[in-house]
C-alpha cells in the first residue's frame, strides 16, 4: 500500500467518525445550516480524493450521497429522517468498501447500484426504499485502525525530526521482537498524540520561558551572582524544552503537499490540459494543526485552478502563451507570519460572469454593484455556493472550495487575499498570523507605551536629532514625514500618531527601518530597549478589527504588550506594497514598472497656472539651498553641490536667484556623475495616483495635463528641462499626439533614472508600457507567452547586453517577429549597423523622444522587413 492510498485511509476514517456524529446532530436539527455545510464538505472531500486515486467504486457512492446532500444544501430538498438514514446507509457502504481496500489495496467486488439508484431518486425528490444495512468486514491480517475523537498528529521519534507517522494500525509484538532478533531493522516508535495535549504543553512551556524572563530580569535588577550559574542553567533547559515541544508540533508544508503532483497529473489527463505544478518552500514549517486545517482548501485550489483556471492547449496558443499552464505553491515566512500563494498563469477570474452570477443569487442589487471596485466583486467567489461554471464535474463546480478555504482560514484568525488580471491569471494569498509561538522582538516606545516589534522585517535602526552633526533628520514634505537615508527619500510612519496617542518630539528618536514585500519604509520611535525572546498569544476577538497588532505578550516584569504587525502598519498608513516585487515572488510573470500602475508623484508650484507633477522615482534628492549659495556662471545660476558645480534650471520665467538668507527649493536629478537642480517655489505633497496623461496642446517643458488629487496639474517633461542643463543631458524635445489605440510596449533598460523618463512619456504618447532592468528578466516573461506590440532596448547593459539580447531574439520564439527599436546613447553608423545586423529594426539615439515615437509608429504601422 502507498503512502498515498494510507494517507487517503487515515483522512478517510477520521472523516466517517466526524460523519456519523454531525448526520445525527442534522437529523435532531434539520435547519443547522453549520452542521449541514459540514456534512457536505466531509462528503465532497473523500468523493474528490478518491476519484484521484482511482477508487471508482467508492467514488460513485460518494458521488451520489452527495448529490442527495447538494440538495440539502440548496434549500430544494427538505432535510427528513428517512434521508438521513438512506445517508448513513451509504456511510455504511463506503466504510465497507474502505474495510476491503485496507485487507488487500484494492476495492473489494461488490453491487451498489440499488443504493445508488435509492440515491438518485432521494436527489429528484422521490420515496425511495432503503437498501439492507451492510455489514462492515474486518480486515483478518490488519487490526482495524484506532482513530481518536480529538484532531491528532504524529509526535516525532528523536532520532528523527520530522519522521513520518506510522499508520491508524496495530502491530503483532511477537513479529515486532522477531524482527530485530533476525538482523532485521525496527521501524521507528512513534504514537499518536491528540493537538490538545500538545497545547496545554505548549502553554506550560510558554508560562515557562515568561517565568525565566521574570527571574532573569530580577537577578539583573539585584546583581545577585549567586543565582547567576542556577539562572544561566534554567535558561538553558527551558530553551531546549521550548524547542523540543516547538518541533513535536512543527512540520514542513511540503507534508501537505505531497499529493498534488499527483492530483495535477491525473487532472492534466483528464481535463486534456498541459498543467506544471510549481511547488517553492516546500521545507517552510508550521503548526501540525494548522497544516491539517490548510490541507483541504490547497487540494480544492489547486483542483480549482487547473479547472477553471487554466486554458486549453489551443486556447493557450491563440492567446500567444505556451501550451503548458502553471499552478505555483509558493509558502513562506514574513514579518512573523506565514504566508501561502497559490497561483496560476492562466484566464484569469471573469468579472463580469461573478457580477452576474452575484446579481442572479441576491447577493447584491445593482446600485451596491454599480459602486463596488473590482477587488470587491472579485470577493463574491467566497460566498458558500457561489460557481460560475456551466456544468457540475467530478473536479469542481458545486460552489464549494472557496468558502472552506475562507472558513477554514478565518478559524485560526487567518486572512486569504484574491489577486486577478484577465489573461494573466489569479493569485490566492494565505496570510496566517502568530498563534502560539516564540519569537525574537525589539522592545519599544512610542506614545509612552512599550510594544513588541518582530525583528524578522527591521532592516536596520536608524538614530535621529537635529542636534547631531551628520545625523538623519526627519523632514517633512507638507504633512508626510520623509527620511533622507543614503541618497533616497524613505517615507516614514508615525507609530504614536497612527494609534492616536500622546507625539514625542521628531527631534531626537529612532527609526526602524521595516521591509515589507518590496516596500520599504520607516517607523518613527521614542525609544529602543533591546531584544527579548517572547511568548506571543493571540490577539483578543475584541481587538482583531486592529491590524496593526498580530498578537500580545507578557514581558519579564509582567506587563503586557502588543505585538506589532508591519504589514497592517503598512496598510494603515497608506504605505503601498511594491506590486512588482510581489508579483515575481509569488510566481506571476515579473511587470515591472507599468504605466497603468500607481505611481509616487511629487507635487510642486512654481510659474503661473495650478500645481505642477514630476514622478518622485526621478529625483534623487529635494534640497532647500540658502540664496547666497547661488552663484551664476556665465548666464547660468549654480551651486557648489558634493565637490562640483550643478547647474540651477529655473522652471518659471522671469526668475531670479533668491539671494541673501531666503530659500530656494531645489529637484536634484542626478545619473552617474552628472547633477541638476530644477528651483521651483515650493513643495506641496507627495502621493501615489495612477498617471493617466492627456496630452498638451506642444507647450515646451509639459508632457500634458493629469487630474492628481482632484486638481487639473501639469506633468512636467522632465527630459525638456534636463536638456537646458547642457548636451551632456540630452537634446530638447516637444510632446507628440497620442494614438487613438494603446499598443503594449516592452522597454528593457538597466537605468532605473531612464525607466522613470521614459515610461511617462510612452504613456503620454498612448503606450501601454511594461519596463523591466535587464533581458533576463524579460526572457521570463517570453517564457511566459506575454505578448508584446514592440521592445524597446537599451544596449550597453551588465550581462547580457542589447545586442546579445537581440540576437537571442531573432533566433526564434514568441517575439522573434516584433518590432525591436535599439535606444541608446551611441547613435554613431558603425553603431548603428552593428544594431541593425544583430536583428534591431530601428536605431534611436537617448533621449530623442521625438525620434523614438515616430520609430514606433512606423514600426507598428508596417510588418518586420524581411
Known amino acids: 500500500m502507498d ?41 465532497h472531500t473523500i468523493k474528490g480524493t478518491c476519484g484521484f486515486l482511482g477508487l471508482s467504486r467508492l467514488e460513485a457512492v460518494a458521488h451520489a450521497a452527495e448529490n442527495v446532500l447538494g440538495r440539502y ?81 504524529a509526535a516525532a521519534p528523536p532520532a528523527e525530526e520530522h519522521a513520518h507517522p506510522v499508520e491508524a494500525h496495530a502491530h503483532d509484538p511477537a513479529a ?18 491528540s493537538v490538545e495535549v500538545l497545547e496545554n504543553l505548549m502553554t506550560l512551556v510558554s508560562e515557562l520561558v515568561l517565568t525565566r524572563n521574570q527571574l532573569l530580569q530580577l537577578a539583573r535588577a539585584h546583581q545577585s551572582d549567586a543565582f547567576a550559574v542556577p539562572l544561566q542553567r534554567l535558561s538553558h533547559i527551558t530553551s531546549d524544552l521550548q524547542e523540543g515541544v516547538m518541533k513535536t508540533r512543527m512540520q514542513p508544508i511540503g507534508n501537505a503537499w505531497a499529493k498534488l503532483p499527483r ?23 508550521l503548526d501540525r494543526q494548522v497544516l491539517e486545517l490548510i490541507r483541504d482548501p490547497l487540494t480544492h485550489m489547486v483542483r480549482n485552478s487547473g479547472d477553471h483556471g487554466l486554458e486549453s492547449p489551443a486556447d493557450r496558443r491563440a492567446a500567444g502563451k505556451s501550451e503548458t499552464g502553471r499552478i505555483i505553491l509558493n509558502a513562506y515566512h514574513e514579518g512573523g507570519h506565514i ?48 460557481s460560475t461554471a456551466q456544468q457540475v464535474t467530478a473536479v469542481s463546480g458545486r460552489g464549494v472550495g472557496m468558502d472552506v478555504v475562507k472558513t477554514n482560514i478565518e478559524k485560526i484568525g487567518g486572512t486569504v487575499e484574491l489577486t486577478s488580471r484577465e489573461g494573466r491569471g489569479t493569485t490566492f494569498t494565505i496570510k496566517i498570523p502568530l498563534t502560539l509561538a516564540i519569537a525574537s522582538a525589539l522592545i519599544v516606545e512610542a506614545g509612552g507605551e512599550r510594544f513588541a516589534l518582530p525583528q524578522i522585517g527591521v532592516v536596520e535602526l536608524v538614530r535621529v536629532g537635529a542636534a547631531q552633526d551628520g545625523a538623519p533628520r526627519i523632514e517633512r514634505i507638507k504633512d508626510a514625514a520623509v527620511l533622507r537615508l543614503r541618497d533616497r527619500l524613505l517615507p516614514l510612519v508615525s507609530l504614536a500618531g497612527l494609534l492616536r496617542l500622546p507625539p514625542a518630539s521628531e527631534d531626537e528618536g529612532f527609526v526602524a527601518v521595516m521591509q515589507v514585500g518590496g516596500q520599504a519604509f520607516g517607523i518613527i520611535l521614542d525609544r529602543v530597549f533591546d531584544t527579548e525572546e517572547i511568548v506571543v498569544k493571540p490577539v483578543a476577538p475584541i481587538l482583531r478589527h486592529i491590524t496593526m497588532f498580530s498578537g500580545n505578550t507578557i514581558l519579564g516584569d509582567g506587563s503586557v504588550i502588543m505585538i506589532l504587525d508591519p504589514n497592517g502598519i503598512a496598510r494603515a498608513a497608506g504605505v503601498g506594497l511594491d506590486t512588482t516585487a510581489e508579483e515575481e515572488r509569488r510566481g506571476v510573470p515579473a511587470v515591472g514598472m507599468r504605466s ?37 556662471s556665465g548666464l547660468t545660476p549654480v551651486v557648489q553641490y558634493r565637490g562640483g ?38 513643495i506641496l505633497d507627495v502621493l501615489d495616483e495612477t498617471l493617466e496623461i492627456q496630452p498638451g496642446t506642444g507647450r515646451p517643458g509639459y508632457i500634458g495635463s493629469a487630474v492628481i488629487a482632484g486638481r487639473v496639474t501639469e506633468v512636467i517633461d522632465t527630459a525638456y528641462w534636463l536638456a537646458q542643463a547642457g548636451e551632456d543631458w540630452f537634446r530638447p524635445n516637444r510632446p507628440s499626439r497620442a494614438d487613438a489605440t494603446r499598443p503594449r510596449l516592452l522597454l528593457v533598460e538597466d537605468s532605473a533614472f531612464f525607466r522613470h523618463l521614459v515610461v511617462p512619456a510612452l504613456s503620454a504618447g498612448g503606450y501601454e508600457v511594461t519596463a523591466l532592468e535587464n533581458p533576463v528578466a524579460a526572457l521570463k516573461l517570453r517564457e511566459e507567452g506575454v505578448p508584446f506590440d514592440a521592445i524597446i532596448s537599451d544596449i550597453e547593459m551588465p550581462g547580457m547586453d542589447g545586442i546579445a539580447f537581440a540576437q537571442t531574439l531573432r533566433a526564434g520564439g514568441t517575439w522573434s517577429e ?3 527599436i535599439a535606444l541608446s546613447s551611441r547613435a554613431e553608423p558603425t553603431d548603428v549597423a552593428r544594431g541593425r545586423e544583430a536583428g534591431f529594426t530601428d536605431y534611436v539615439a537617448k533621449y530623442d523622444r521625438e525620434a523614438l515615437l515616430r520609430s514606433l509608429a512606423d514600426c507598428l504601422s508596417a510588418p518586420l522587413a524581411a
Not at 17 to 29: I, N, Q, Y
Not at 263 to 285: C, F, N, P, Y
Open 596 to 632: 497603468d500602475a500607481s505611481t509616487a508623484l511629487l507635487l510642486f508650484r512654481a510659474g503661473d497656472g495650478g500645481p505642477k507633477a514630476v514622478p518622485l522615482g526621478l529625483i534623487a534628492r529635494l534640497e532647500d539651498i540658502p540664496g547666497e549659495r547661488i552663484e551664476m
Open 339 to 386: 504566508i501561502i500563494e497559490v497561483g496560476d498563469d492562466g484566464r484569469g477570474l471573469p468579472v463580469e460572469k461573478i457580477r452576474a452570477k452575484a446579481l442572479a443569487n441576491g447577493l447584491t442589487t445593482e446600485a451596491e454593484l454599480a459602486q463596488m471596485s473590482e477587488r470587491e466583486v472579485l470577493a463574491f467567489i467566497f460566498a458558500p455556493g457561489f
Open 645 to 682: 558645480l550643478m547647474p540651477v534650471v529655473p522652471l518659471s520665467a522671469g526668475w531670479m536667484p533668491p539671494g541673501g538668507a531666503t530659500r530656494q527649493p531645489v529637484l536634484v536629478f542626478t545619473e552617474n556623475d552628472r547633477a541638476m537642480g530644477l528651483a521651483v517655489e515650493e
Open 263 to 285: 492530483l495535477v497529473r491525473d487532472l492534466s489527463h483528464e481535463l486534456g490540459k498541459k498543467i506544471e505544478l510549481d511547488m517553492r518552500g516546500a521545507q517552510t514549517e
Open 3 to 43: 503512502d498515498l492510498l494510507a494517507d487517503f485511509l487515515t483522512e478517510t476514517h477520521e472523516g466517517l467518525v466526524a460523519l456519523d456524529s454531525a448526520l445525527v446532530r442534522l437529523e435532531r436539527s434539520p435547519d443547522d445550516q453549520p452542521t449541514l455545510s459540514e456534512v457536505f464538505r466531509l462528503v
Open 176 to 193: 515486532d521482537a522477531a524482527a530485530p532478533g533476525a538482523g532485521g531493522v525496527a521501524a521507528p516508535q512513534t504514537i499518536r498524540v
Open 818 to 820: 516584433a518590432p525591436l
Open 73 to 153: 444544501r440548496d434549500g430544494t430538498l427538505p432535510v427528513t429522517p428517512s434521508g438521513i438514514t438512506l445517508i448513513l446507509s451509504a456511510l455504511d457502504r463506503v466504510k465497507a468498501i474502505v474495510a476491503g481496500i485496507e485487507s488487500n489495496g484494492n476495492e473489494p467486488v461488490g453491487e451498489d447500484a440499488p443504493l445508488i439508484a435509492a440515491l438518485n431518486a432521494a436527489a429528484e425528490g422521490e420515496v425511495a426504499a432503503v437498501p439492507p444495512p451492510v455489514e462492515v468486514p474486518q480486515p483478518v491480517a490488519v487490526a482495524a485502525p484506532v482513530v481518536p475523537a480529538a484532531p491528532v498528529v
